[in-house]
């Protein structure tokens, strides 16, 4: 079974600091990975998509990567703020069309 | 619309009552997914159409959950003789028809119905 794990599960800082989400996945034979924000009680947002022969994606600050051999992604943000609060996903399309599989994400707080 | 919208927002139904789920897709998106998201989990897929054909219902926990999607717009998710472990957000989400291949279109997800069975 694919399974996609997120590391740590949570996480506090404060305003200010980098920090870097890690996710891990068992199938290499990917298409894509995707980035997901959920605010609470909310839907999820999409923020950063890797297709398969992509090695990063940037986005103001952030800055997705990743490593297909090794199974692995990370979500840097740089210079956090209180604003970045939310839980973060990590999702990868599959063997099968629609199939897009989820970490259990990292609920992340950054402290004003 | 401006994004996918769900409705109810939220749905209390006593064991055993049947529900129905709906969701508006951004107009126009060809695919429209659904989720299953229990608390503290990340979502699990439930099934995918493409226009009105539902290409994959791989997903579905049981007998008991049925998605349509007759005119490929608005899409409904049913649930007949709710059970307690049915209770969890229920997600919708399209995608952009223009790339060629949906699973490189990033989702637009709806903010959700959450489901509680008493």
């Known amino acids: 079974k694919q399974e996609v794990t997120q590391i740590p599960a949570a996480l506090s800082v404060p305003e200010g600091e980098n920090l870097v989400l890690n996710c891990s996945f068992t199938?290499?034979?990917?298409?894509?990975l995707q980035w997901f924000r959920q605010d609470p009680g909310k839907g999820l947002t999409s923020l950063l998509l890797i297709q398969s022969s992509q090695r990063e994606q940037t986005s103001g600050r952030l800055n997705a990567s990743l490593d297909k051999s090794s199974g692995r992604s990370t979500l840097y943000i740089a210079a956090s703020q209180p604003g970045d609060s939310a839980t973060y996903l990590c999702?990868?399309?599959?063997?099968?069309?629609?199939?897009?599989?989820f970490g259990k994400g990292t609920k992340l707080s950054v402290k004003p | 619309g401006a994004g996918v919208s769900q409705s109810p927002r939220y749905k209390v139904a006593k064991r055993g009552q049947d529900v129905a789920l709906r969701c508006d897709p951004i107009s126009g998106h060809v695919s429209l997914f659904w989720y299953q998201q229990a608390l503290g989990q990340g979502p699990e897929f439930l099934t995918y159409f493409q226009n009105e054909a539902q290409l994959d219902k791989s997903g579905l926990p049981s007998d008991r959950f049925f998605a349509e999607r007759p005119e490929g717009s608005v899409s409904t998710l049913k649930i007949q003789r709710t059970q307690q472990e049915d209770s969890a957000v229920y997600l919708c989400?399209?995608?952009?028809?223009?790339?060629?291949?949906?699973?490189?279109?990033?989702?637009?997800f709806g903010n959700g119905t959450r489901l509680t069975v008493t």
């Open positions: 199938d290499s034979a990917i298409y894509n």
């Open positions: 989400a399209s995608s952009n028809p223009m790339d060629r291949s949906s699973y490189n279109s990033p989702l637009h």
């Open positions: 999702a990868f399309y599959g063997g099968s069309q629609g199939n897009l599989i």
